[in-house]
């Protein structure tokens, strides 16, 4: 291993391999995960220079990725150091993070599976009781933070302020909002309505010192409206939640290009009507918003995309979620925000801790 100097920049360790992503990969060439994904830490790196890499996966289709581009990559083979994985490579980059080769974790694992490997190696901050996976999207607004999105199905409310918490400061760090809004998601419109862990967690909220704003209860069609900047779910609801948003986006882009193509007349609008097309395009991509991370943990790891939508633009996004959250201080920002909180209005085990450390 390469020694690390204190001026170095962040060290990312970086998933290329094959093996961690999607179902149907073993038809899918090492080569183009390697590429994708090294162009991807490239793209990076100018908008993030200084920082370093650490490559896992098939060391030949890493080399023949760098190899094969141009001044980009010879520019990114100067800061990476590649190790090969001839087991999945996502273990072997937590490791790194866990041992303090690396500063965080970019993989394109699926979501449960880096989350239960990052939560295995890596204990919780001392004020959090468990982790969540954090996502920004489109709204009409703008964008928001949703989470739980998979990592606690079960949840009580003291993880839901803890989530609150990590969301409203993701928001802050990585969408650079100022006091953002924090709504509870519920499938009614009362308080009283809700399920008596939503109805606590509300009444706690509403007591917290919080870095944000807790505007109260929202539901599922506030999610698209915007209607708050962070919405806290357990991570049943949210990672159903996430699903149905992608499968609406990937209808409405198939009926549009069914509608463009059902007539010449319609493809002459299209053609005319092409920047405003663009402009949509744009504002909706998905690699736009890859990068969810699982936050809670001493250490960071983002998911980029799975095999199925590996893509260069995506990598880079995620890359830069994480170097967001690190520049911006997340954890320490979280610890501190955590222990604000009165320990009778965040309970959990975390509170309990908090009271155990100020009597001793």
Same mark, same amino acid.
């Given at each position: 291993?390469?020694a690390? @100097? ?11 391999a ?11 060439? *090492? ?18 220079p +200084? ?10 289709? &890493? ?11 010879r *520019?990114?083979a $100067?800061?990476? $150091?590649?190790r ?36 295995? *190696? ?7 009781d ?5 996502w920004f999207f489109?709204?009409?607004?703008? $964008?928001?933070?949703?989470l ?12 839901l302020?803890?989530?609150?918490l ?33 109805? $606590? ?8 010192t919080?870095?944000? @704003?807790f ?7 506030d ?5 708050v900047?962070?919405?806290? %779910? ?10 149905a948003a ?21 493809g002459?609008?299209? @053609?005319i ?18 990068? *969810? ?5 001493q250490?960071?790891?983002?998911r ?40 009778? %209005? ?8 908090? &009271?155990?450390?100020a +009597?001793?």
């Amino acid at each position: 291993m390469t020694a690390r @100097r204190p001026s170095d920049g962040l060290v990312i360790a970086l998933d290329a391999a094959v093996a961690d992503r999607a179902a149907g990969a073993d038809q899918i060439a *090492a080569s183009a995960v390697a590429a994708a994904v090294v162009a991807g830490a490239a793209r990076a790196l100018k908008h993030y220079p +200084g920082n370093r890499f650490l490559l896992f996966g098939d060391e030949a289709a &890493i080399a023949g990725a760098l190899a094969a581009g141009g001044a980009d990559m010879r *520019a990114l083979a $100067e800061v990476a $150091e590649v190790r090969p994985a001839p087991l999945p490579a996502m273990p072997l980059a937590v490791d790194a993070l866990q041992a303090g080769a690396a500063d965080c974790v970019v993989s394109g694992a699926p979501t449960g599976a880096l989350t239960a490997a990052a939560a295995g *190696a890596l204990p919780t901050l001392a004020e959090i009781d468990r982790p969540a996976v954090a996502w920004f999207f489109p709204t009409r607004r703008g $964008e928001s933070v949703m989470l739980d999105l998979g990592a606690q199905a079960d949840c009580g409310p003291a993880h839901l302020v803890q989530f609150a918490l990590m969301g409203a400061l993701f928001a802050e760090t990585v969408l650079g909002l100022v006091s953002p809004s924090i709504g509870v998601l519920t499938g009614a419109s009362e308080a009283l309505k809700g399920h008596e862990v939503v109805s $606590e967690a509300v009444a706690r909220l509403s007591a917290a010192t919080l870095p944000g @704003r807790f505007h109260g209860l929202v539901q599922g069609d506030d999610i698209a409206a915007g209607t708050v900047d962070v919405v806290v %779910t357990d991570g049943f609801t949210g990672n159903v939640a996430r699903k149905a948003a992608a499968g609406a986006a990937a209808l409405s882009q198939d009926w549009q290009r069914r509608a463009v193509r059902s007539s010449p007349l319609a493809g002459l609008g299209h @053609r005319i009507g092409r920047s405003a097309f663009t402009k949509l395009g744009q504002r909706v991509d998905p690699r736009r918003y890859d990068g *969810a991370a699982v936050l809670g943990l001493q250490g960071l790891c983002v998911r980029a995309p799975s095999l199925t939508d590996v893509d260069a633009i995506a990598i880079a996004n995620a890359i830069g979620v994480a170097v967001d959250l690190l520049r911006g201080g997340f954890n320490d920002r979280l610890s501190a925000a955590a222990r604000r909180l009165r320990p009778d %209005t965040v309970g959990g085990a975390a509170a309990t801790r908090a &009271i155990e450390m100020a +009597g001793a």
